[in-house]
C-alpha cells in the first residue's frame, strides 16, 4: 500500500501546481466555469444543433442524456461521500493552508469529481451518439468538459486524481449508455 501513499502525494504536489497559477481575472472566469446555470445558454445551443441535425428523434438523444447525467451525478456522489471519502483539497489538513481557494470548499469529500464525470459523460455521449453526423461538435465537447474540469483544480475543490477519475467514470459511463442508445436509435430508423 506503499504506492498508494506516494500516489496521494504525487497528485497533492501536481494539484498545488495547478492551483498556483492564479490572478483575480482567472478567478472570476473559473467560478464562472464551474457555475452550473453559466452553461445553460450552451445547452440550449446543444438542442438547437440537436434538433437541426435529429429532427423528431432528438427525444431518444434527451432522454438517453437525462438518464446518463442521473446515473453519472448519482454514482459519483455515492463514491465520493461514501466509498472513497477522500478530502477535498481545500479540507486536506496537509495541504488546505497551501491551496488557493476559489469560492467556498463544498462537501468534504472530493473523490470522485461529479463535475468531471458528468460533463465528460455529456461530452463522451454526445461524441458517440452523434457519429460523424456532427464531427465539428467532437472538439467543442471535449474543450467544455477539460474547462469545466480544470476549473475544479483551479478553485482548489478538487485533486487532479479527483478530477482524471471523475473523467474516467463519465467516459465509461457514456460509452455504456451511448450503445444503448445506438441500439434504440436503429430499431426506431426499422420502423420510420
Not at 12 to 21: A, D, E, G, I, K
Not at 99 to 114: R, T
Request: net charge positive.
Amino acid at each position: 500500500m506503499e504506492y498508494i501513499h506516494y500516489l496521494s502525494q504525487f497528485d497533492r504536489q501536481v494539484t498545488l501546481f495547478l492551483n498556483s497559477f492564479h490572478n483575480s481575472f482567472f478567478d472570476f472566469l473559473m467560478d464562472w466555469i464551474s457555475y452550473r446555470f453559466t452553461w445553460v445558454p450552451f445547452y440550449l445551443f446543444l438542442l438547437y444543433i440537436l434538433f437541426k441535425h435529429f429532427g423528431k428523434s432528438t427525444w431518444l438523444i434527451l432522454i438517453g442524456i437525462a438518464l446518463l447525467i442521473t446515473a453519472s451525478d448519482q454514482s459519483a456522489n455515492l463514491i465520493k461521500n461514501h466509498l472513497v471519502q477522500r478530502y477535498r483539497p481545500c479540507h486536506d489538513a496537509s495541504i488546505s493552508g497551501l491551496i488557493h481557494l476559489v469560492g467556498n470548499c463544498g462537501g468534504d469529500y472530493g473523490f470522485i469529481s461529479a463535475h468531471a464525470s458528468n460533463s465528460f459523460a455529456l461530452a463522451i455521449f454526445l461524441i458517440l451518439s452523434t457519429k460523424k453526423r456532427i464531427s465539428w461538435l467532437n472538439p467543442v465537447m471535449l474543450v467544455y468538459a477539460a474547462l469545466v474540469s480544470y476549473s475544479r483544480v483551479y478553485n482548489g475543490v478538487h485533486f487532479v486524481g479527483d478530477i482524471l477519475c471523475g473523467a474516467l467514470w463519465g467516459y465509461v459511463l457514456a460509452y455504456g449508455f451511448s450503445k444503448i442508445y445506438l441500439h434504440f436509435e436503429g430499431k426506431i430508423d426499422k420502423i420510420d
